[in-house]
């Protein structure tokens, strides 16, 4: 009996409102598929007055479930909290865009007014977002002030249906005297890629008022990071910039430093597992020393940050009150590289407020490590641009990627060799010193088997000629 009781009471606190005006059946687990199924849910919707959030996520709703629950909806004009994620697992996909476009025009013919519109976790790609496209455009959404699409598959395609959605509601609510402020844009997980994340950052850019941007783990490279860090800068009241596991590398890493140079109201950084590379930490770190004062977090780990860079970061932090935690974690810094960084974190009196450096990558062996990872990266890019151009059929976009394979041609021409030449070998025959000797790199041995033979002045002609 007495158990019983406990699960009767605990079924009746999730259907009963946890905050005022909501009504919760978060996390059953239930399987819901048709109108009957529904009655019960459909009755308290109905009978609950002044419902302002409801709590469907941790269930799954087939198509009639989801139309039965619209209905009831339809009458409920104080409504504003979607709360909508994780509530169509073992769904076929083709399920979902007619189970949102039941709900959300429900909400349109109650002239609802939403705050929070949360569908995270809810793998509906594409077509998903086509189901929300409507509610995205009508006055449901001119109030809206967070988008949480986390983890929904929506890909290219879905980013750009989404960012025209987004600017549809935009200018219609401005033409209306309110124009929409998103403050919160969650949509992680979602492979927007460089053309996704670019229609965002226009709408982003127009929109101006968002205080929140996560958009972690998304296949964007550096042309997708420069866009969205040309839309952050229009948006001065940015708190929180999560741009975790993206793909910087040096470009997309100044272009952010930049941004970040305009968001004196920035708390939070998380440019993790991002591959910002030295010459990006060493802008960011200029960005940090020149503004950013109430700073709380900054997370630059797993970037490939050798042992000079981290000293830079680490020293730009210096008198940000506010900073609660720096992450450098998983970089290339060494033994000694770390030391130096606690030492300088200890002389400012932040020591507790550096995070581990556990997992240190050890410093580079040789530099030519680099090199020739920029040089992967640059190709690596041209083919993705020559994928795109493809795509676009862009004449114009052809002629761009040749003149940026020009001088990625100039670039390694104009760099140091990766394999030392002969020259070098003699210099060092001739005039030996530790530094010259380690130039020489791991084949100095057969570099000073060729040149044993021959004279010295000879190697000083070669190196004046």
């Given at each position: 009996?007495?158990?019983?009781?406990?699960?009767?009471?605990?079924?009746?606190?999730?259907?009963?409102?946890?905050?005022?005006?909501?009504?919760?059946?978060?996390?059953?687990?239930?399987?819901?598929?048709?109108?009957?199924?529904?009655?019960?849910?459909?009755?308290?919707?109905?009978?609950?007055?002044?419902?302002?959030?409801?709590?469907?996520?941790?269930?799954?709703?087939?198509?009639?479930?989801?139309?039965?629950?619209?209905?009831?909806?339809?009458?409920?004009?104080?409504?504003?909290?979607?709360?909508?994620?994780?509530?169509?697992?073992?769904?076929?996909?083709?399920?979902?865009?007619?189970?949102?476009?039941?709900?959300?025009?429900?909400?349109?013919?109650?002239?609802?007014?939403?705050?929070?519109?949360?569908?995270?976790?809810?793998?509906?790609?594409?077509?998903?977002?086509?189901?929300?496209?409507?509610?995205?455009?009508?006055?449901?959404?001119?109030?809206?002030?967070?988008?949480?699409?986390?983890?929904?598959?929506?890909?290219?395609?879905?980013?750009?249906?989404?960012?025209?959605?987004?600017?549809?509601?935009?200018?219609?609510?401005?033409?209306?005297?309110?124009?929409?402020?998103?403050?919160?844009?969650?949509?992680?997980?979602?492979?927007?890629e460089n053309d996704g994340a670019t229609a965002l950052a226009q709408a982003f850019q127009l929109m101006g008022s968002l205080e929140e941007v996560h958009v972690p783990q998304n296949g964007i490279n550096?042309?997708?990071?420069?866009?969205?860090?040309?839309?952050?800068?229009?948006?001065?009241?940015?708190?929180?910039?999560?741009?975790?596991?993206?793909?910087?590398?040096?470009?997309?890493?100044?272009?952010?430093?930049?941004?970040?140079?305009?968001?004196?109201?920035?708390?939070?950084?998380?440019?993790?597992?991002?591959?910002?590379?030295?010459?990006?930490?060493?802008?960011?770190?200029?960005?940090?020393?020149?503004?950013?004062?109430?700073?709380?977090?900054?997370?630059?780990?797993?970037?490939?940050?050798?042992?000079?860079?981290?000293?830079?970061?680490?020293?730009?932090?210096?008198?940000?009150?506010?900073?609660?935690?720096?992450?450098?974690?998983?970089?290339?810094?060494?033994?000694?590289?770390?030391?130096?960084?606690?030492?300088?974190?200890?002389?400012?009196?932040?020591?507790?407020?550096?995070?581990?450096?556990?997992?240190?990558?050890?410093?580079?062996?040789?530099?030519e490590d680099e090199e020739e990872g920029d040089e992967d990266e640059e190709g690596d890019e041209d083919e993705d641009d020559d994928e795109d151009d493809e795509e676009d059929e862009d004449d114009e976009?052809?002629?761009?990627?040749?003149?940026?394979?020009?001088?990625?041609?100039?670039?390694?021409?104009?760099?140091?060799?990766?394999?030392?030449?002969?020259?070098?070998?003699?210099?060092?025959?001739?005039?030996?010193?530790?530094?010259?000797?380690?130039?020489?790199?791991?084949?100095?041995?057969?570099?000073?088997?060729?040149?044993?033979?021959?004279?010295?002045?000879?190697?000083?002609?070669?190196?004046?000629?």
């Open positions: 009996m007495a158990t019983d009781a406990v699960a009767q009471l605990a079924d009746s606190l999730a259907k009963t409102q946890v905050t005022e005006g909501e009504l919760s059946y978060k996390g059953q687990g239930r399987k819901f598929d048709n109108a009957q199924s529904v009655e019960e849910m459909v009755k308290e919707i109905q009978e609950f007055k002044g419902l302002q959030a409801l709590r469907l996520e941790g269930n799954t709703y087939g198509v009639e479930a989801a139309q039965a629950i619209a209905k009831a909806l339809e009458i409920k004009s104080e409504f504003k909290y979607c709360y909508w994620s994780d509530m169509f697992t073992g769904r076929l996909r083709s399920e979902i865009p007619p189970a949102l476009n039941s709900l959300g025009a429900a909400l349109m013919t109650a002239g609802a007014r939403l705050t929070v519109l949360d569908l995270s976790d809810n793998a509906f790609g594409p077509d998903g977002v086509k189901g929300i496209e409507k509610l995205l455009k009508s006055t449901a959404c001119h109030t809206l002030q967070e988008l949480r699409l986390n983890n929904c598959g929506m890909g290219i395609g879905g980013g750009k249906i989404l960012a025209a959605a987004l600017t549809e509601c935009y200018k219609q609510s401005s033409a209306q005297g309110t124009p929409l402020g998103l403050k919160v844009f969650i949509a992680g997980r979602n492979r927007l550096h042309p997708g990071v420069t866009a969205l860090a040309t839309a952050m800068q229009h948006n001065p009241q940015l708190r929180v910039l999560n741009l975790n596991d993206n793909t910087f590398t040096k470009k997309g890493a100044i272009a952010m430093a930049q941004a970040l140079k305009h968001l004196r109201s920035i708390q939070v950084i998380n440019f993790g597992d991002c591959l910002v590379r030295s010459e990006g930490a060493i802008a960011i770190a200029e960005a940090v020393t020149e503004g950013l004062p109430i700073l709380k977090e900054l997370n630059l780990s797993f970037g490939e940050i050798t042992g000079e860079a981290a000293l830079l970061v680490a020293q730009s932090v210096e008198g940000k009150a506010t900073l609660e935690k720096l992450d450098l974690n998983g970089n290339c810094l060494g033994d000694e590289g770390c030391d130096a960084v606690r030492e300088v974190m200890d002389g400012l009196n932040m020591g507790d407020l550096l995070g581990s450096l556990s997992d240190d990558e050890g410093e580079p062996e040789e530099d976009e052809d002629e761009d990627d040749v003149e940026e394979e020009e001088d990625s041609i100039v670039n390694q021409v104009s760099s140091p060799p990766l394999v030392p030449r002969s020259p070098d070998a003699a210099s060092f025959l001739c005039f030996p010193s530790p530094d010259k000797l380690l130039k020489l790199g791991t084949k100095r041995a057969l570099l000073f088997e060729q040149q044993v033979n021959t004279p010295c002045h000879e190697f000083l002609t070669q190196q004046t000629t």
